[in-house]
């Protein structure tokens, strides 16, 4: 993901199962540091499926918190 700060603006969503249709599912609009808390509360089989987007990237969240 490219530079950013706490309070970006982000996207926080959840990919569905690709069998039932991919879809997306907002989880949070808002600033970075609470989509942030946010993921961090969900299981672990629903952060498999979280993104983070910014206004000009996307981010798999299991790869931003390893990175």
Do not use: C, K
């Not at 706490?6 to 949070?28: K, P």
């Not at 672990?44 to 918190?65: M, P």
């Amino acid at each position: 993901m490219r530079t950013t700060h706490d309070d970006a603006s982000v996207r926080l969503y959840h990919l569905g199962d690709a069998v039932e249709g991919g879809s997306a599912e907002t989880l949070f609009y808002g600033p970075l540091s609470e989509a942030m808390r946010i993921a961090a509360a969900q299981t672990e089989d629903v952060q498999e499926g979280l993104f983070i987007a910014t206004d000009n990237d996307v981010v798999a969240w299991l790869d931003l918190i390893e990175g």
